[in-house]
T-cell receptor
Framework: ETGVTQSPTHLIKTRGQQVTLRCSSQ?????VSWYQQALGQGPQFIFQ???????GRGNFPPRFSGLQFPNYSSELNVNALELDDSALYLC???????????????FGPGTRLTVL | EDKVVQSPLSLVVHEGDTVTLNCSYE??????LLWYKQEKKAPTFLFML????IEKKSGRLSSILDKKELFSILNITATQTGDSAVYLC??????????FGSGTKLNVKP
């Protein structure tokens, strides 16, 4: 198991609601990335936070937003939920310091979001 | 458009067989290619490859990257039922974006 934790494990929401998912990064890691994984698909990159700033974003609308805190934990917020937002949301942490292991990221167990 | 394509999509083998999983990519500003194993939820890290032609090995698993032909393979020898999982390939670019393939679902039968 990695040291990356996520909460909650499962969540059920209705269309139009808002949701906040949380991620605690592995000790020593300063970068957190969020992914959406639909059933039978690979993870899709949502965005990445490095030192509390977003520094990379995939093709997701602005209603997907995030935060990173001084302890490097992170939140993913999704507003105006749609049925297609139902998926496994994964966060991954790594340490970016310009070294060869910069891209070795470690995943948390994920949050299963169901939108009804 | 940047993309990662894995093949086959699924594979059924018997214990003891050797399998080869394929990953091809078209990603500008390539930085590295990573392989993950996903059993239930969290993908677990297997290998990271940045240079062509250098094989990485871990027990029965090995992987190699060809940056000229833009592909990588993951080999698993003497497969066991515990190898059953989805194997994901991801490519990281120089701008901190990771592109994942859809995965290869491997089923190893006793």
């Amino acid at each position: 198991e990695t040291g990356v934790t996520q909460s909650p494990t499962h969540l059920i929401k209705t269309r139009g609601q808002q949701v906040t998912l949380r991620c605690s990064s592995q000790s020593g890691h300063n970068t957190v990335s969020w992914y959406q994984q639909a059933l039978g698909q690979g993870p899709q990159f949502i965005f990445q936070y490095y030192r509390e700033e977003e520094n990379g974003r995939g093709n997701f609308p602005p209603r997907f937003s995030g935060l990173q805190f001084p302890n490097y934990s992170s939140e993913l917020n999704v507003n105006a939920l749609e049925l297609d937002d139902s998926a496994l949301y994964l966060c991954a942490s790594r340490h970016m310091g310009g070294g060869p292991s910069d891209n070795e990221q470690f995943f948390g167990p994920g949050t299963r979001l169901t939108v009804l | 458009e940047d993309k990662v394509v894995q093949s086959p999509l699924s594979l059924v083998v018997h214990e003891g067989d050797t399998v080869t999983l394929n990953c091809s990519y078209e990603v500008t500003n390539f930085r590295s290619l990573l392989w993950y194993k996903q059993e239930k939820k969290a993908p677990t890290f297997l290998f990271m490859l940045t240079s062509s032609g250098i094989e990485k090995k871990s027990g029965r698993l090995s992987s190699i990257l060809d940056k000229k032909e833009l592909f990588s393979i993951l080999n698993i020898t003497a497969t066991q039922t515990g190898d059953s999982a989805v194997y994901l390939c991801a490519v990281a670019n120089n701008f901190n974006k990771f592109y994942f393939g859809s995965g290869t679902k491997l089923n190893v039968k006793p």
